[in-house]
């Protein structure tokens, strides 16, 4: 385990389903991040939350909605999803802008 | 506004050789550069952190150099193994703590 804790590590669902993908971190970090990355494709940066609170949306479809609440706890909640979004899902912590420790994250898949 | 470049974006080597892996930052007020690697449809495995203050940073084989004033970096595997064959990435963070990524080098050492 690195300290940050995704689950589940594999998702299937269709494109009516609501889930949740969830990430809990043990480092006492106060920042969380969630990334996507797709097939043959760079990391990209969803959303970012310092101290509980949401500071960047980087356009993200509002079939995504992410809770965090607490430090500890981000939850990304997934609903109405396109099969083009089935790529890997990263969760990460960081102490302010210091060492940055991600999850192993979520493969998921859209049918 | 930061950007992290990484030059080549794949590598492969035969079994046992020294080698070295380039990134280049365009800002060098840059407040710490990690290295990651990355397997297959995994998470991101921190490697090394260099503040700005440092020069350099070793852990067994990896050794990481920092020269904010050329805006470079550089990660140096000694004796690589076939263990080795990854994606590298490295990472510096943005003032709002976004963590700006190079596009990333696919190593594959061969037997």
């Known amino acids: 385990e690195t300290g940050v804790t995704q689950t589940p590590r594999h998702l299937v669902m269709g494109m009516t389903n609501k889930k949740s993908l969830k990430c809990e971190q043990h480092l006492g970090h106060n920042a969380m991040y969630w990334y996507k990355q797709s097939a043959k494709k760079p990391l990209e940066l969803m959303f970012v939350?310092?101290?509980?609170?949401?500071?960047e949306n980087n356009s993200v479809p509002s079939r995504f909605s992410p809770e965090c609440p607490n430090s500890s706890h981000l939850f990304l909640h997934l609903h109405t999803l396109q099969p083009e979004d089935s790529a890997l899902y990263l969760c990460?912590?960081?102490?302010?802008?210091?060492?940055?420790?991600f999850g192993s994250g979520t493969r998921l898949t859209v049918v | 506004k930061q950007e992290v470049t990484q030059i080549p974006a794949a590598l492969s080597v035969p079994e046992g050789e020294n080698l070295v892996l380039n990134c280049s930052f365009t800002d060098s007020a840059i407040y710490n550069l990690q290295w990651f690697r990355q397997d297959p449809g995994k998470g991101l495995t921190s490697l090394l952190l260099i503040q700005s203050s440092q020069r350099e940073q070793t852990s067994g084989r990896l050794n990481a150099s920092l020269d904010k004033s050329s805006g470079r970096s550089t990660l140096y595997i000694a004796a690589s193994q076939p263990g080795d064959s990854a994606t590298y990435l490295c990472a510096a963070p943005s003032n709002t703590g976004k963590l700006i990524f190079g596009q990333g080098t696919t190593l594959q050492v061969k037997p």
């Open positions: 990460a912590s960081s102490q302010s802008r210091s060492s940055y420790t």
């Open positions: 939350y310092n101290f509980k609170e949401q500071t």
